[in-house]
T-cell receptor, first 117, second 112 residues
Framework: GAVVSQHPSRVICKSGTSVKIECRSL??????MFWYRQFPKQSLMLMAT?????????EQGVEKDKFLINHASLTLSTLTVTSAHPEDSSFYIC?????????????FGPGTRLLVL | GENVEQHPSTLSVQEGDSAVIKCTYS??????FPWYKQELGKGPQLIID?????GEKKDQRIAVTLNKTAKHFSLHITETQPEDSAVYFC???????????FGGGTRLMVKP
């Protein structure tokens, strides 16, 4: 159990376009989902925390108007990179916390590799 | 806020040897310490975790120790195998399911 999926797994887009990434908890309800960004050979950097039905909380330095997060249900959160530029190219990973705290921890998705040309 | 430091950044061992990765954290309020394994191009996978009311936890070839007084915790992998080669991340949070602060990662290479 505790499977998190992401779609798409990789995407290539032109500069100036918007890209939407979906994160789904497949077999559990997630009250909280997290979005991370990871550059090559670096650690995961938290971008934002998303709670179902409320606005996301963004980390310092992350532009909320550029990285739009929607958490419309207990199993789905989306990250939209608006007006993408080459510097937005990165590996984006989501994670989800089980609604039942007894299960604990965060379960990570497989990641989405974004390349902006 | 929390700050997690991880050492070494790279570790090369011979198959069958043991590997030890160490992390220190700064926030005494942290109570949950997971370890993740990340293979190339994939998301992190939880391999073991420990809570602050426990000093040691073991799962087959993997063990984690926690010294809450000194604010450090370690991952021990025994009888390493080539498939253990990956990047390992430690993390800390106030409780499981809450925001995680990650260490910088350790690239483990197990040579056959």
């Amino acid at each position: 159990g505790a499977v998190v999926s992401q779609h798409p797994s990789r995407v290539i887009c032109k500069s100036g376009t918007s890209v939407k990434i979906e994160c789904r908890s497949l077999d559990f309800q997630a009250t909280t989902m997290f979005w991370y960004r990871q550059f090559p050979k670096q650690s995961l950097m938290l971008m934002a925390t998303s709670n179902e039905g409320s606005k996301a909380t963004y980390e310092q330095g992350v532009e909320k108007d550029k990285f739009l997060i929607n958490h419309a249900s207990l199993t789905l959160s989306t990250l939209t990179v608006t007006s993408a530029h080459p510097e937005d190219s990165s590996f984006y990973i989501c994670s989800a916390s089980h609604r039942d705290r007894a299960f604990g921890t965060q379960y990570f998705g497989p990641g989405t590799r974004l390349l902006v040309l | 806020g929390e700050n997690v430091e991880q050492h070494p950044s790279t570790l090369s061992v011979q198959e069958g040897d043991s590997a030890v990765i160490k992390c220190t954290y700064s926030d005494s309020a942290s109570n949950y310490f997971p370890w993740y394994k990340q293979e190339l191009g994939k998301g992190p996978q939880l391999i073991i975790d420990i809570r602050s009311n426990v000093g040691e936890k073991k799962d087959q070839r993997i063990a984690v120790t926690l010294n809450k007084t000194a604010k450090h915790f370690s991952l021990h992998i025994t009888e390493t195998q080539p498939e253990d080669s990956a990047v390992y991340f430690c993390a800390a949070s106030i409780e499981a399911g809450n925001m995680l602060t990650f260490g910088g990662g350790t690239r483990l290479m197990v040579k056959p």
